[in-house]
């Protein structure tokens, strides 16, 4: 099971951490995700991080804006999302990729086989 939190509404320019946390999943066997789909659009991958940790990866949009990371102890995925704008305005799920090697991870939905129920961020002025 994966529960994301930290959702909200937020300012243009503000800052937001979402967390996913895990249950039954050991972060270093799994690759995980962020994905975020906004209304009327597609599922888009955001951000990334290999099971070992030393890879990580993120869409084009959110570069120098959201940095992801974990906590292995506490079985938890962040993503710090800075200097939001409208256009991230969306439901963000995380999900995990139980079949990447350990040094890998992909931005691709499809790879990922379990996946939480979302948290919907919403920036706007």
């Known amino acids: 099971q994966l529960v994301e939190s930290g959702g909200g509404l937020v300012q243009p320019g503000g800052s937001l951490r979402l967390s996913c946390k895990t249950y039954g999943y050991t972060l270093d066997h799994y690759a995980l995700g962020w994905f975020r789909q906004a209304p009327g659009k597609g599922r888009e991958g955001v951000s990334c991080?290999?099971?070992?940790?030393?890879?990580?990866n993120y869409a084009d949009s959110v570069k120098g804006r959201f940095t992801i990371s974990r906590d292995i102890a506490a079985n938890t995925v962040y993503l710090q999302m800075n200097s939001l704008k409208p256009e991230d305005t969306a439901v963000y799920y995380c999900?995990?990729?139980?079949?990447?090697?350990?040094?890998?991870?992909?931005?691709?939905?499809?790879?990922?086989?379990?996946w939480g129920q979302g948290t919907q961020v919403t920036v706007s002025s």
């Open positions: 991080i290999s099971a070992n940790g030393d890879y990580t």
């Open positions: 999900a995990a990729d139980p079949y990447s090697a350990k040094s890998i991870a992909t931005l691709a939905a499809n790879n990922y086989d379990y």
